[in-house]
């Protein structure tokens, strides 16, 4: 085929510049994506013994209060009545997350009023109080007080970045949020459940147009027809792929944490008896475990057995799956000089998570691709602007 257009990447990202270029102009588009399936990071299955539906890179909880998003996404599928909450188990007892009322109380033995809670919280915190937190550490206790702080916390965190939070920069957080009611449930967003068919089944009818071609298995930067040698320069090109590798890392590479995902499929109904079960104590290795069968409460999935994966946060070498950016001071600089690199790139433009080197929960990354088709591949393709 010859693409008008060419996409790297079949993340959510390149998935919504696909569907509008081909849907809205009729353009021919070529996506191509190194993975062996479509959907980037969201990309699920289901799972062979059991049919439950695993999230393969994470749990994807969908969740959005930008009615443009949610309009967009309705069109290709509609969504469950999912709401999403978190429990977590520190010294051998179940609590509520995030941090509410339920939280306190139960961690104090207590039936503490909103105000009472409140008071407490800010006696704690005031450990720290006037100081400048040097490090995440202290910016925790002056923020939450040092109970709740140690309890919930401090090894979670420890254990994300396998630092210990006295040697994090406070910047990492700006807040930690408390709430002084019952409400536990963990998104605040308007609209927010689970794509009815799954994922994969969304995302397939995203790209269902004859003018659209996946090609899987395919690395960008491998010579071949949808290759950088043979695009970039030649036809419009939109890239999701990691700005450091694009430019063969001239700047250095950029910081990345990854997950290690343990799945297990185990003889019983019911494991945890929720979808998401965090540890934040220090003698437990991985961060949470997830049960998928609970993302899923309507559907009549097997008795016999269920599915769990437990999350194990660690630094993500060159060879990794990159999740979630560092952004040290030190990548901090080196985006900016990537940045630099991207706006001399001629015909190809830069996005999603990996092409920004910021994280992005679905909806952004939507939005973000919608906005860039709006403001730079439309008015290219449509009145003959530059592709800047
Ligand atoms: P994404 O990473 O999905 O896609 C980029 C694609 O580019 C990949 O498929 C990759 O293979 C491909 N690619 C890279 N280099 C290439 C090359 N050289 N050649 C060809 N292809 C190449 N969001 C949310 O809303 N709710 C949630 O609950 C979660 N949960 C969550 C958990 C975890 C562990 C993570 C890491 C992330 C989330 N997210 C999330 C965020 C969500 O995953 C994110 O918003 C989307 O993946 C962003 O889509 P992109 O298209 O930008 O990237």
Redesign the pocket.
């Known amino acids: 085929m010859q693409a008008d257009l060419v996409i ?7 998935l919504t510049i696909a569907e509008r270029a081909a849907n809205e102009l009729g353009l021919k588009v070529a996506i ?4 062996g399936h479509i959907g ?3 990309y699920t299955e289901r799972e062979a013994r059991t049919g439950i539906e695993v999230h393969r ?7 959005t209060s930008n009615e443009k998003v949610w309009a967009y996404v309705n069109q290709f599928t509609g969504f469950t009545g999912y709401v999403h909450h978190v429990y977590t188990t520190h010294n051998g007892e179940v609590f509520p997350m995030p941090i509410n009322l339920g939280t306190i109380n139960q961690f104090l033995h207590a039936a503490l009023t909103p105000q009472q809670a409140r008071d407490w919280v800010r006696e704690q915190a005031g450990e720290l109080a006037g100081t400048d937190p040097e490090n995440l550490n202290d910016k925790g206790i002056q923020l939450i007080g040092r109970p709740l702080y140690e309890a919930f916390i401090k090894y979670y965190t420890g254990k994300q970045w396998q630092t210990d939070p006295k040697d994090l920069s406070a910047s990492i957080i700006n807040r930690l949020p408390v709430r002084y009611t019952y409400d536990n449930r963990y998104f605040n967003d308007t609209h927010e459940g689970l794509p009815v068919d799954g994922y994969t089944a969304w995302f397939e009818r995203m790209v269902d147009n004859p003018n659209i071609e996946v090609h899987l298995n ?4 491998d010579n071949g027809e949808f290759g950088k040698a043979a695009t970039v320069g030649s036809v419009p090109v939109v890239y ?3 700005v450091d ?1 694009y430019f063969d890392y001239a700047e250095g590479e950029l910081g990345w944490r990854t ?1 290690d995902l343990e799945e297990e499929v185990l003889p019983i109904e019911d494991f945890q008896g929720c979808a998401v079960m965090n540890y934040p104590d220090p003698d437990v290795k991985f961060t949470r475990i997830h049960e998928f069968r609970h993302f899923h409460p309507e559907r009549d999935y097997t008795k016999d057995a269920t599915v769990i994966m437990r999350e194990y946060s660690r630094f993500a070498g060159r060879d990794d799956e990159p ?2 950016p560092v952004n040290t001071a030190d990548d901090r600089a080196k985006i900016l000089k990537y940045r630099e690199r991207v706006k001399a790139e001629k015909q190809i433009l830069f996005g ?3 092409g920004s080197y910021k994280y ?6 939507i939005g973000s691709a919608l906005s860039m088709y709006e403001n730079k591949l439309k008015p290219h393709f449509a009145a003959g602007e530059a592709l800047v």
């Open positions: 790297v990447g079949a993340g959510l990202y390149g191509v994506d190194r993975r980037g990071n969201a890179y994470g749990a994807h909880l969908f969740h395919t690395d960008f930067f999701t792929g990691p590798r997950i999740y979630y999603g998570r990996l992005f929960d679905m909806h952004m990354a």
